[in-house]
């Protein structure tokens, strides 16, 4: 473990670390170490008493999350501000006349502790503030990663793949941004105007009241600016999210654009969409450099109202506490112009939130479980039959039934096909037969080795049964990892084992003239493969997990005539 202490010579530490093969680990907060090891637990109990779907609880629950780092901010806000009120009385008592050498000497060094210690707690501050920003991320990713481990298979259709990169990228980066920025202004400023609005209202009297409402005048100004910059910054990155999704069309499809001439096209395309783009950021960037002049200058606009103020009262102004007054405005106006984009974070997170929120309340496959006084046993025994008694499904509110009163027993030992034209109800029965969803109507039952029959969404049953079964959908599931990671769905996958998949699933010809073999990383959605490819990736996948039984939905579709012979023989062949 290697922490950074506030080394003197710098130079000599950053040789250090870059001569490290690999990059040092930085100790975390245990909220943040908690919150990033949580994301790998499918049970949350936060989840249950998230269900209501109420935004409030899930604000609550994120700052419950780093409740102890959110008190640590508010401790070192505190500190540096009251070091900042000490900062400013000795630099009152240093414009007092008549001081003596040795007194100023005092003087100087106390002023100049008093500042360091405000920097160094605005230094600490910072790094809580990133802290927190992560923890809160990873308590979010945390949640709705668990929540789609447990939604039922038809809400899960609600949701596009799209819909839930929105809600794991923007959403959750949009929720840990406000916090993040909440430690970095809002608490300072809460912290600031507790410690330090009394001292300048006792200093200055009506001038300190004066300069507090002119800085609080900011807040109405930033805030119309802001929403304006928010409304051309959605701009900016609809345009750019376009430009993006152009540019990835172009090059997943290049080949088909290139045989049909459209190149001129495309590139005419993405030439206006940049022009606009350039356009609308221009105006962006205009309104965040106003913003910021606002943010860096509107103090000068509080000293300049308590001036005035004091001119038409006729008040007489003392110079030291004036300049008191200077220093104690500066130092709040460092956090408190920055308000503004804390509202607007806010803005941006309310609506994240109730989005996350809305997903947390879907219904989830476990809600389908038959509660039952006394659970069967099942350990040691083994699926061998499914009973399909009068069986039913309907989608939603559709009148047509999908499925129709099924009556079956299927042998699981034995091998099966399901034949039936396009829309005949095949997909929704294997996903019944799979136990993904529960019948509309009639019941499941699966009968063990022991001759006991039990319903399959009894809950002990339903897992027991799914640990037993391999399912091998038409559409591969493939990360942006290596083949033999992909094939395992392990960091660390046993290269023998996963060799072993790739020979059953007639991979191995493709595997030799893959330049790093197993280890080779395949891109995301699997994007440097074939389709025969993928479903025989999913072929070895189901191999490798060493299920008794094999259910496949249409896997071979894009495998060739010959590999497709290879492999339905293979697959008789088990026993």
């Not at 809160?136 to 939604?151: N, P, T």
């Not at 259709?157 to 990169?165: A, P, T």
């Not at 094939?487 to 003239?513: K, N, Q, S, T």
Request: proline share 4%; glycine share 6%.
């Amino acid at each position: 473990m290697l922490s950074f202490p506030l080394y003197p010579n710098f130079p000599a530490l950053r040789r250090r670390v870059l001569a490290l093969k690999s990059a040092p680990e930085l100790p975390l907060p245990r909220e943040t170490e908690r919150a990033l090891q949580a994301i790998a637990d499918p049970e949350r109990p936060e989840l249950a008493l998230l269900r209501s779907g109420s935004a409030a609880k899930l604000w609550l629950s994120s700052a419950r999350a780093v409740k102890r780092l959110l008190w640590k901010a508010m401790a070192i806000a505190l500190g540096a501000a009251a070091a900042a009120a000490g900062a400013t009385v000795v630099g009152m008592s240093l414009l007092k006349p008549e001081q003596s050498q040795a007194s100023l000497f005092g003087l100087v060094f106390v002023f100049f502790g008093m500042n360091v210690l405000s920097q160094v707690g605005a230094f600490f501050g910072d790094r809580t503030r990133q802290h927190v920003g992560l923890a809160i991320e990873a308590h979010l990713v945390g949640l709705i990663s668990a929540k789609l481990l447990r939604i039922s298979a038809r809400r899960r259709v609600r949701h596009s793949s799209g819909n839930l990169k929105v809600l794991v990228t923007s959403d959750v980066a949009s929720i840990g941004g406000f916090f993040d920025n909440a430690v970095r202004n809002l608490i300072p400023t809460i912290a600031a105007l507790t410690i330090l609005s009394p001292i300048l209202i006792h200093l200055t009297g009506k001038m300190g009241i004066a300069a507090l409402l002119f800085m609080a005048a900011l807040l109405p100004v930033s805030t119309v600016l802001a929403a304006v910059n928010a409304r051309f910054q959605d701009r900016v990155q609809t345009q750019m999210d376009g430009i993006a999704s152009l540019a990835g069309e172009w090059v997943k499809n290049i080949r088909l654009i290139r045989f049909l001439s459209w190149s001129g096209q495309i590139e005419s395309d993405v030439a206006a969409r940049v022009r606009s783009f350039s356009r609308v950021s221009l105006v962006q960037h205009f309104l965040m450099c106003l913003l910021f002049g606002l943010s860096q200058s509107w103090w000068m606009v509080s000293i300049a109202g308590a001036v005035w103020i004091a001119y038409r009262s006729g008040a007489a102004i003392d110079v030291v506490p004036f300049f008191g007054s200077i220093w104690l405005i500066t130092y709040l106006s460092n956090y408190f112009t920055h308000l503004p984009n804390t509202i607007r974070l806010f803005g941006m997170a309310v609506p994240s939130v109730k989005r996350i929120a809305h997903l947390l309340t879907e219904e989830e496959q476990r809600d389908a479980y038959v509660p039952t006084s006394q659970p069967p046993k099942l350990a040691g025994l083994r699926p061998i039959r499914m009973h399909f008694e009068n069986v039913s499904y309907r989608y939603g509110e559709e009148p047509k039934l999908a499925l129709d009163s099924v009556q079956l027993t299927l042998e699981l030992g034995d091998k099966s096909a399901i034949l039936g034209e396009i829309a005949s109800g095949k997909t929704t029965f294997l996903k019944l037969l799979t136990g993904e969803m529960p019948p509309t109507d009639g019941r499941i039952l699966i009968e063990f080795s022991d001759g006991s029959r039990h319903d399959l969404w009894i809950e002990e049953v339903h897992q027991e049964f799914r640990r037993h079964l391999a399912y091998v959908p038409q559409e591969a599931f493939i990360s942006n990892d290596s083949l033999a990671a992909n094939i395992a769905l392990d960091d660390e996958p046993d290269p023998a084992r996963a060799m072993e998949a790739v020979a059953w699933a007639e991979f191995d010809a493709d595997l030799a003239l893959l330049e790093g073999g197993l280890t080779e990383e395949i891109g995301e959605n699997g994007i440097n493969l074939s389709g025969g490819q993928k479903q025989r990736l999913n072929l070895a996948r189901a191999f490798h997990s060493g299920r008794d039984f094999l259910v496949l939905d249409d896997t071979l579709s894009a495998v060739d005539v010959r590999t497709e012979k290879a492999l339905m023989s293979r697959m008789e062949s088990l026993a």
